[in-house]
């Protein structure tokens, strides 16, 4: 558990998300992403901020990863206070990009989200800088989960001991699992986040490492009474 401890405070806890759809998605990405690079450019202490698009739909997500809520809620009053810089990257924004850059893009905020992330529920190989591997490993793959009514301490125990016998067989990848605070898919109450470095490298992965868990007994005890169900799935990419 240290070590645990120690891989995940090398990444902030907390990820507050803005979800936007847009009839032009590239577009809408491109504009987004000026605004991020302008972002972490004058904000005086900018979180870890980044660019999710879904590889399958229209839909891309804004957030940044803050060491807390009160963080975030710090963040944000700074930002647009009257003498914050908000107001001054907004007008630097339209000097680059015009006063109507997103015309046409047809985006929509859907809704905001903010998760916390479980360490004890996710999973970094030992040896692997975190920090260095999310860059690497651009493709995620998100998994909204339900559990079953009253199963939650049994759900947890059994990705703990999943965790385990990954470690055992030799399985080397990155999984972050995350609970929402608001938001989030409807009825779920997990999120399990896993890197590749592609999708097409990351389900190469994963074949191998379904091969060796079904040949496994203690895998398959684990695997044996399901109490838990997938409520949505994404494959998205990632820009930071």
């Known amino acids: 558990m240290v070590f645990s401890v120690s891989i995940f405070s090398q990444i902030p806890p907390i990820v507050v ?14 504009l987004l992403n000026d605004l991020k690079e302008l ?4 904000a005086p202490t900018p979180p870890r901020i980044f660019i999710l698009r879904e590889m399958d739909g229209n839909t891309v997500y804004m957030g940044r990863a803050f060491n807390s809520l009160a963080e975030h809620t710090k963040y944000n009053e700074e930002r647009w206070a009257d003498d914050g810089w908000g107001s001054e990257m907004r007008t630097k924004f339209r000097e680059k990009n015009g006063s ?3 015309d ?21 190989p030992e040896g692997m800088d975190l920090n260095e591997e999310l860059p690497k490993n651009p493709y995620r793959r998100h998994v909204s989960i339900a559990v079953n009514w009253g199963e939650r301490n049994t759900f947890m125990n059994n990705i703990k ?13 990155i999984r972050l699992m995350l609970r929402p605070i608001f938001g989030g898919e409807d009825n779920a109450d997990f ?12 389900f190469t992965g994963l074949e191998k490492r379904t091969a060796k868990r079904e040949a496994d007994g203690d895998w398959q005890k684990i695997q044996a009474n399901p109490i838990a169900s997938w409520v949505n799935e994404e494959s998205l990419m990632i820009t930071y």
Do not use: C, W
């Open 161 to 173: 001991a999943g965790i385990e016998n990954d470690k055992k067989l030799g399985n080397k990848y």
């Open 17 to 30: 998300v803005t979800e936007f759809e847009a009839q032009d998605q590239e577009k809408a990405f491109q």
């Open 39 to 42: 972002e972490k450019s004058m």
């Open 100 to 102: 109507g850059a997103f």
């Open 191 to 202: 999120m399990m986040v896993v890197l590749g470095e592609s999708r097409a490298g990351y």
């Open 104 to 124: 046409g893009t047809g985006i929509d905020v859907v809704m905001n989200h903010a998760y916390r992330m479980i360490p004890e529920l996710s999973y970094v």
